[in-house]
Each structure stands twice: as C-alpha cells, then as structure tokens.
C-alpha cells in the first residue's frame, strides 16, 4: 500500500513522490515494470485501472521499440524459405517499391489500422488489386509474427477491409494479338536470333521457363511432341541471381504437347541455330554442364533471360507502332502475351477448352475458363443465330402453341 506526502494511504502500487507528483508502478505478465505519474491522482488511478485490466485480460503488450523493417526481416527469414525463387522476387520488390518508403522506421506499436488504410488508399491510385493483397499479405504476416510474440496487442491489418476497384469484364492483360497484329509482329521479327523462339512460343503456348529448360532429347520426333518436365529458374544468391533446372510451376505443368508444323518448323531451325551458336567464337566456354545441352539459349550459349526476350518484343511492338494510327496500336507485347495468342487461336480453331487447359498446362479447366472468360462470352454471343436455326419457324407456329396450351 503506498502512500502520500501526508501519510495517508492511496492504495496498492500508488505513491506520491517528493515533487509533489502521483505516480502508479507494477509488474506486469511479461515481468517489465510499467509506471506513469501525473499531479493528478485521479489519472493515475485511471491508468492503472485500465493497465491492470489489459494485464488480466492478456491484452496487452510487451515494450517494443522495434521498426516494422526489423520485424519484416525476422519473418523473411522463415517464410521465404518455402517460397520458390520468383516468389520471393517478387515479395521484395513488393516490399522495396510498395511498403518500405511508408513503414520500415515506423515502430510496430505505432502501427494502426488508420496507417494502413492511408497506406492501401494511396496504393490503390497506383497498383492493381492483386498487387494490393501481396502488399497487404506481407503486412498481415510480419504483424502476426509480432501479435505472436506479444510485441503488439493485435494485428491490425484484421481491422483493415480494403475495397477493390470496380472488376472489367476482363483484364487486357489477357488480351491476345489479332492475327494482323500477330503477322505485323512476327514480319518484323523475322531474322532476329529469337526469331524461332518466339514462333516456338506462340505455336505452343509454353511458358519462358519451360521453353528455357528444353533440351533435344524432350523431343519425340516420331510423334512430333515436346515434352514439359522441367523448367528454367532463377535464385538470388549473394545478391545476384543465378539459374538453375527446377520443377514446372505445378504438378500439372508435367504434360505432352503436339507440336503443329510451324512450330516443328521452328524446332529444327533451332537445332541448326544451336549448332552454329556452339561452335561461335563468342559461345561461353565455361558454361555450366547443366545448361550446355538447352536448345534455347542467347548467342553465348547460356540460359536466355526473359527480361531480354520480352525488351525485344517491346522494341518491336514500338517500331511497329511507328508506323501505325493510335487506334492501331499493338497492345504491349511479352512472352507471356503469347501464350495468351496462343490460347486464343486455338479456341478460334474450334479446339475444346478442355483440351486448351492441358495444353497450357493448367490445373484443371475452370483455371482456363476464368482467365479467358471473355472468349467464352464472345462465343456465347455468336451461337445467337445458332439457337434460332435450331428451330426453324415451319416447324412450329406460335398458333399451334397456343392451341396446344388450350
């Protein structure tokens, strides 16, 4: 029980101290000792009530001081373990570009829902809804790392309800080329060192990573069939990224494409490209012996990267556009493109949606349905007249209807 000035008693952790100020101090669960002091006793004694309260309830929190940066880093450290390599690019650039200018020296006890409200509202003007749920996925799970710890009483990113922006029928970042596009693009890349790769991509619908891993021997002349059981990767390593042979994207990934004969074509203009890349001068001589057999490569004979194939494609679409009006634009182009125009040519052919998914290599086909729903729709609207033909007026009246009904 302390005391005040006067001797008389205020109460179990009160006390008054010389200066003439009330002051309440007690250990909480952690076994910190928390105190505040005030002149009026009447605060003090509300501080304490509501402290005690927080300890009793487990509500409260340990004291902390560090940033959300320290804390970011302590759950990288263990989530990124189970993440594959382009993932976790992904999560850093993430982390860089979109969350650290605004947290990582703001104290994790400071953080409130209201900052990130602030936070995600701003992020809104600039970035996609995907790019928003990363952004507030990473936030959520370093909190959780805190709360866990008992460095903040709760995670506020739970409070946090951010609404998306208002969904288009479909993204154009689904959109294939038109065939005229299509040809306009693949005129001006004829004679380019990717030239066959590109055909190759867009005449199979193969992922860069897939196509990247690709030797001679996953090819079944016979049966003029590629098979897709590996792909090619990269990992940070000390601060730079090195390739290497990885698993496809997902089980599913593993699967046996038909090759048409252009993209056969392509196949063995590549084998005669390879052979000239191996014996050129410029061929790197100490290349890894688990790349020297990819039939795809740049023109050192090392794994091509996709930042290079998709920077020629943009070239390529902006020389094009140079030459066109506006509304003729090519939309921007990149590998990933291609597999898109790939999907849909095989759906303007007449190919079962079904057999497109296994040909992409897709999970299941509700996956594929959704990417490329607007095809769907598409070819729902021209079935239209289809429906009437299929009941031809002499068939039946609408008097003969009626009768019937009567």
């Known amino acids: 029980m302390g005391k005040d000035l006067k001797g008389r008693e205020l109460g179990t952790y009160l006390s008054q101290r010389k200066d003439g100020r009330y002051q309440a101090r007690f250990t909480n669960r952690f076994g910190e000792r928390i105190e505040t002091k005030s002149k009026s006793l009447k605060e003090v004694k509300e501080w304490l009530k509501e402290e005690k309260a927080k300890d009793d309830l487990k509500v409260n929190a340990k004291h902390c001081t560090d940033t959300f940066e320290v804390w ?35 104290i994790v006890a400071d953080i409130t829902e209201f900052t990130l409200d602030s936070l995600f509202q701003t992020l809104k003007k600039k970035y996609s ?56 693009l693949f005129n001006y890349l004829n004679g380019h060192f990717y030239y066959n790769l590109y055909v ?17 021997n996953d090819f079944d002349m016979r049966s003029r069939t590629v098979h897709i059981t590996k792909s090619l990767k990269k990992n940070k390593i000390d601060g730079k990224y090195q390739y290497y042979i990885g ?15 252009i993209a056969y074509e392509a196949f063995q203009q590549q084998i005669i490209l390879k052979q000239r890349v191996e014996k050129s001068i410029y061929a790197d001589r100490h290349v890894s012996s688990e790349f ?32 066109l009006d506006e509304k003729d634009y ?43 729903v607007h095809l ?10 289809k429906l009437n033909a299929a009941y031809p007026k002499q068939h039946i009246t609408k008097e003969q209807i009626l009768l019937d009904m009567n």
């Open 72 to 106: 970011y880093f302590r759950w990288k450290s263990i989530a990124f373990v189970d993440l594959a390599p382009n993932t976790q690019e992904q999560y850093e650039w993430i982390y860089d570009n979109c969350i650290a200018p605004s947290l990582k020296n703001i």
């Open 129 to 184: 809804d995907k790019t928003i749920d990363n952004v507030k996925n990473i936030i959520s799970q370093t909190l959780e790392k805190c709360r866990e710890a008992h460095c903040i009483p709760y995670n506020p990113v739970t409070m946090i309800k951010v609404k998306k922006k208002k969904k288009e029928a479909f993204s154009d970042e689904v959109l294939a080329l038109t065939i005229k596009q299509q040809q306009m």
């Open 200 to 216: 190759f991509l867009l005449t199979t619908g193969l992922r860069y990573g897939e196509v990247g891993a690709l030797t001679i």
């Open 247 to 261: 698993d496809t994207k997902t089980p599913s990934s593993v699967r046996e494409i038909p090759l048409n004969d």
């Open 292 to 323: 020297k057999n990819l039939l795809f490569t740049t023109p050192y004979n090392t794994p091509m990267p996709n930042q290079t194939l998709n920077s020629v494609l943009a070239s390529a679409r902006e020389q094009i556009n140079f030459q």
């Open 330 to 372: 090519l939309l921007p182009v990149s590998v990933h493109r291609l597999r898109h125009t790939f999907a849909t040519r095989c759906f303007e052919a007449g190919i079962p949606m079904v057999v497109i998914s296994r040909y992409l290599g897709h999970a299941n086909v509700t996956i594929t349905e959704k990417i490329y």
């Open 376 to 385: 769907l729709q598409d070819h729902i609207e021209s079935q239209n007249d």
